[in-house]
């Protein structure tokens, strides 16, 4: 009996050209599993497709509530932004896709577990130390990083065997795809020179094509979790749809960033992710009203290495486990609500209000009613500025000039 592997399955090239490339190579049993993270696709179709390359077993797991409460929401609360711009949809989704290969890999009784990233990507490094942390045991096989083909090179061995792939040498854009955002690569975007064409983005409307009017939204926070939209309480996966849809028709939600990519080089990446900029644009303007000046500036450390973290692959590390028990304690207060106003790409925080907000009128007014007692600051000045005048009085060197 052959032995069996358990591959990640999206139906897209390489991973088509995986089940009969690993049955030619390693003479194994393929089970494709297909993880549903919200990439409306047709997931029946790709199970088909599965099973017609050549897979002895195909499932398709819906994994979208898990994806969002559990990978998407959390990593909001951490307001973990990969160098300040990324929001790490496809990142997030890999140790989800990892810990369901493992799963389906102990049940099925495989000896190893497949993924269809190449070797100069990120993922390889997410699922290969994912399943590592989670099945040491379990033997990974990366038939995109071995078989050192080109692109062109795969779509012609799909072509000599029969697989059905949605890519040409015409249009070569690689994408991957969840509730929490949309990347986009290859083709002319590896030019970073080169304005993205609009046939790139599905989810976001260009800027100038975008209503005239604004659209204001609300958006409630419970503990740091967004709850519900203009009133209406909603499911994680119901707000995150109606948010991508509603900010992607007023064009909110496009990214080119260059990267810098776990394995050394840069690289140009198109994202379309337009609930998760809202949401972390309203969740950063609630913690700035509920959190102390000490908290959030912590919390801007934690958010950074939260997010790197993400990136590196490390989501199932002691690191990580110890950076979300602050996490969460920080989140204790941040419940609230947040008025955005979308307008031609751009979103804008417009209001904000919470039980728990450290802002007071009273201190911050400059009209009638003013409670703060600004004869206090003589001597809060005087014992702030008293070590730089000490030494300006003892090392009077001349300054001037800093």
């Given at each position: 009996m052959a032995e069996k592997v358990v591959l990640a399955y999206s139906g897209g090239l390489d991973t088509s050209v995986a089940i009969r490339w690993i049955k030619e190579k390693y003479n194994m049993d393929v089970i494709a599993v297909t993880a549903d993270v919200g990439g409306d696709k047709d997931l029946g179709a790709v199970r088909e497709k599965a099973l017609k390359v050549g897979a002895v077993k195909a499932l398709v797991i819906d994994a979208r509530e898990d994806f969002v409460d559990h990978f998407a929401f959390p990593a909001l609360q951490a307001d973990?932004?990969?160098?300040?711009?990324?929001?790490?949809?496809?990142?997030?989704?890999?140790?989800?896709?990892?810990?369901?290969?493992?799963?389906?890999?102990?049940?099925?009784?495989?000896?190893?577990?497949?993924?269809?990233?190449?070797?100069?990507?990120?993922?390889?490094?997410?699922?290969?130390?994912?399943?590592?942390?989670?099945?040491?045991?379990?033997?990974?096989i990366a038939p995109a990083r071995e078989w050192g083909m080109t692109r062109e090179q795969t779509i012609a061995y799909a072509k000599r065997h029969g697989i059905p792939v949605p890519v040409t040498s015409a249009s070569p854009y690689s994408v991957d795809q969840n509730l929490w955002g949309r990347s986009i690569e290859c083709g002319v975007l590896e030019d970073p020179w080169v304005e993205p064409p609009e046939d790139v983005f599905a989810w976001t409307a260009s800027a100038q094509n975008a209503p005239d009017?604004?659209?204001?939204?609300?958006?409630?926070?419970?503990?740091?979790?967004?709850?519900?939209?203009?009133?209406?309480?909603?499911?994680?996966i119901s707000l995150v749809q109606e948010l991508n849809e509603m900010a992607g028709r007023h064009g909110v939600g496009r990214i080119d960033h260059i990267e810098d990519r776990l394995v050394g080089i840069k690289s140009r990446e198109i994202y379309e992710a337009p609930a998760a900029i809202v949401l972390f644009a309203a969740h950063k303007a609630l913690e700035?009203?509920?959190?102390?000046?000490?908290?959030?500036?912590?919390?801007?450390?934690?958010?950074?290495?939260?997010?790197?973290?993400?990136?590196?692959?490390?989501?199932?590390?002691?690191?990580?486990?110890?950076?979300?028990?602050?996490?969460?304690?920080?989140?204790?207060?941040?419940?609230?609500?947040?008025?955005?106003?979308?307008?031609?790409?751009?979103?804008?925080?417009?209001?904000?209000?919470?039980?728990?907000?450290?802002?007071?009128?009273?201190?911050?007014?400059?009209?009638?009613?003013?409670?703060?007692?600004?004869?206090?600051?003589?001597?809060?000045?005087?014992?702030?500025?008293?070590?730089?005048?000490?030494?300006?009085q003892i090392q009077p060197e001349n300054k001037s000039t800093l």
């Open positions: 973990a932004i990969y160098q300040g711009v990324y929001p790490l949809a496809t990142a997030l989704s890999r140790p989800l896709i990892a810990r369901l290969l493992v799963d389906v890999a102990e049940k099925e009784g495989a000896s190893a577990v497949a993924h269809g990233c190449t070797g100069k990507g990120n993922d390889q490094v997410r699922i290969d130390v994912s399943v590592a942390a989670l099945a040491p045991h379990l033997r990974v009017q604004p659209r204001y939204v609300e958006i409630s926070f419970e503990k740091g979790i967004p709850t519900s939209i203009d009133g209406r309480d909603m499911d994680g700035a009203m509920t959190l102390a000046r000490d908290q959030l500036r912590f919390k801007q450390k934690v958010a950074d290495e939260c997010a790197d973290l993400v990136y590196n692959g490390l989501w199932f590390s002691s690191f990580h486990q110890d950076l979300v028990a602050y996490v969460q304690s920080s989140q204790r207060h941040v419940t609230g609500t947040v008025r955005l106003k979308l307008l031609k790409g751009v979103c804008r925080v417009v209001g904000r209000k919470s039980p728990y907000s450290l802002y007071r009128h009273a201190l911050a007014t400059y009209d009638e009613g003013d409670q703060f007692d600004q004869s206090a600051s003589v001597g809060f000045i005087h014992i702030w500025g008293l070590p730089v005048k000490v030494q300006a």
